[in-house]
Structures are given as C-alpha cells and as structure tokens.
C-alpha cells in the first residue's frame, strides 16, 4: 500500500475537516514524494516517522485542534549556552551557568506528559555537555528528538552514542556554501570544514542528518542557492532555512530576504532533501505564528518562553508545574513572527499583538477560512 493510501486510512486524517484535507494534500502532505527508510516513511526532521505511534499522536493533536483543544505538539530545551563559536547572528549570549541533568530531566518527564511528538534539543552547543545523552534519554522513543549543534565536536564515536541514547536527527550549522564566509559568520576558523565532517559522522551512525542555515540580510540568492546544492551533493535529510532574528544585535530578516526564502520554499516543494523556510512556515501562507499555542521552550535556567527567540518569560519550571505554565501562556496562532515584531517595533515583549488573522493552515483546520 503506497504512503498516500494508507494515510487516506488512518481514523484520524479521516476526521479532519475535509477542506482541510484537502488543502493539506495540495500544499504540505502530497506536495513532495516522502522518503522510505525500511519499512516506514519519512516526511521531515520533526515529524515522527510513518507508521508510528508517534505520528499518530501528530494526526491526532490536528484533530484536537479543529475542534477548538490546544495540545502541545514541539517542546525544545535549551541545555546550555556554552559554545566554541562565535556567530554574527546569534540570539544568546554565552552564560556560564546552566541546569544539571537531573533539573531537565525533572522538567522533561513532566513535558512528557503532554505527549508531544517533536523535541529540540538547543544551546549554545549541547556537545559542550557530556551527560547530553542522559538527557535525551529521558524522552526516548517519544517521537522526532533531534539536536542542533555546530558539529566541531562531533565524532562518529559521539554519533553512535546519541544515537543509541535516542536521538533521532541532528542538524548542523553551515550558514554559506563558502568556506571563508561561513568561517567568518560563524566567527571560528575551520567551522567550514569540521561541519562537513560532522555531517558525514552523523550519516555514517544512521542519524537523520539535517543543514540549518542562518541566512544573513546580505546574503544573495545565488549563495542560497549554492547552499542548498551543497546539502543536496552532501546528501542529507533536510535542510532548515532561517532568516535572523536577534535582539541582543537588532538583527531580523529583511523584507527582500523574506520573499527569497519565500520562494526557495516554493520552489523546493517536490525536490529532495527537504527544505524548511522558516519565513515561509511563519508566513500567513502556511501555519504563521505559534509561539505559545502548540510549542513550548525551556531556557537554560529553566524559564519557560512561548519560544527561543521571544523573550516572555511565564515562569520558571524549577518552581511552577509545567501544566501551570502551559496554560498561562496559551495563545491562537497568528499571521505574524511576534519575535520580529518585538525588534522591530523595538519592544520587550509582544505577546500581547493582536493578531486576530489565523493563518492559512490553522484557519483551515477550524474552518475560519474557505477551502483552497
């Protein structure tokens, strides 16, 4: 039976609006051909593999969500802020102090309890942690973990060992197709190179392998375009595209680089390896904003944050239940980044934009919108 048929089958797709439906079968689920790894199939990075009871949680939390419930689908955690390099765009700036293993895993086992079916595991570099595999244990089996790292620590030995703890991907930092370039934004000589030995580590393990790739506001497409003929030649799994978004340097995305990434996804849809754009799955074309409505993020000192990037701090987990937490910050999805709007506006927080606009996907799902 082919991956669309049994799909079609599943209870849960079954219950879906059927405009719905059929919008997701023209625009995400059927727009590309999914890979087959053994006897399952593969759609991206942070989605469960197919069949699994993972990815049927992931079928199951839309059905919650068209009929009006607010699950938690994304939970990253943010274990450290220790790292070698020394980006132009990074968003976090380096902390000596951080939680032990056993504060997140305290944490986890109680996000856990929500079911999601997408992990991250963020830093800093996580590989400047050597109980990381400890911790990703915590949530084995749980669905879609992977790690981002920029991928000088890792060896193949280390691969094996997060693989075994159950990591599932790990995505690693190249942000230009040129060596010298990438080295300088990522401000450490040999970034270039190492990167690509990690990529080869993580496949040679039998990790999911992904590229994530700040793309800079002077970056043109010809460079992204190299970017991603540079994964595709690599062969890897995925490759995540996001544009900057730091208020520590007030840098964001420039309108121009927006509907470049904009097109990349566009016209990327059928082609392999996967490739997510982060301007374009904000976009109100797509799913939007869900900072705060089906995603959770730890910091490193155990603040919980609608995400990584907009800096709202709820509380913080060492002292509240998370449960507590997730539904003081229960916010719909909107048509805009609120992070970027943060910078932009030059504000502390703007959780509070309203944003009554549900984005295409969203508004689909709950019927606020008419079919495609």
Not at 28 to 33: D, V
Not at 116 to 144: H, M, Q
Not at 181 to 208: H, P, Q, T, V
Not at 336 to 356: F, G, P, T, V, W
Request: hydrophobic share 35%; net charge positive; aromatic share 8%.
């Amino acid at each position: 039976m082919s991956f669309i048929s049994e799909i079609k089958r599943h209870p849960a797709y079954q219950e879906l609006p059927p405009r719905f439906r059929r919008w997701l079968a023209l625009r995400f689920l059927f727009g590309k051909k999914p890979k087959k790894v053994g006897g399952s199939y593969f759609l991206s990075m942070h989605t469960p593999m197919f069949p699994s009871e993972a990815f049927d949680r992931f079928l199951w939390a839309q059905v919650d969500i068209s009929k009006g419930k607010r699950p938690m689908e994304i939970a990253s955690m943010e274990v450290t802020r220790r790292c070698d390099m020394e980006c132009r765009h990074c968003a976090f700036p380096g902390a000596a102090m951080e939680l032990s293993a056993s504060q997140i895993n305290r944490i986890l086992a109680q996000v856990k309890d929500f079911r999601p079916y997408s992990y991250i595991i963020t830093g800093g570099d996580p590989l400047k942690r050597d109980d990381i595999e400890s911790i990703i244990g915590t949530v084995k089996g749980e669905g879609a973990i992977n790690l981002f790292t920029p991928g000088h620590l890792l060896s193949h030995s280390r691969a094996l060992s997060l693989k075994k703890s159950g990591l599932t991907g790990i995505f690693i930092g190249i942000d230009s197709p040129y060596e010298e370039r990438n080295d300088g934004i990522k401000g450490r000589k040999g970034a270039y190179s190492s990167a690509l030995k990690a990529i080869e580590a993580a496949k040679r393990a039998g990790l999911f392998v992904g590229i994530s790739s700040v793309i800079m506001p002077d970056s043109s497409g010809k460079e992204i375009r190299g970017l991603i003929a540079l994964g595709t030649g690599l062969g890897v799994d995925e490759m995540d595209l996001f544009d900057p978004i730091s208020r520590e340097k007030g840098l964001y995305g420039s309108p121009s680089l927006e509907k470049e990434l904009f097109r990349v996804q566009k016209r990327a849809r059928k082609k392999w390896p996967v490739i997510i754009s982060g301007p374009y799955m904000d976009s109100p074309e797509f799913m939007g904003c869900t900072a705060g409505f089906n995603r959770i993020h730890i910091d490193y000192r155990g603040n919980v944050m609608p995400c990584a990037v907009l800096p709202y701090v709820v509380g913080s987990a060492l002292d509240t239940p998370i449960k507590d937490l997730w539904e003081s910050m229960a916010r719909m999805p909107g048509s805009k980044c609120i992070a970027k709007e943060c910078i932009r506006r030059k504000e502390r927080s703007c959780m509070e934009l309203d944003d009554r606009r549900p984005p295409k996907y969203y508004g689909m799902l709950t019927g606020e919108q008419k079919g495609p």
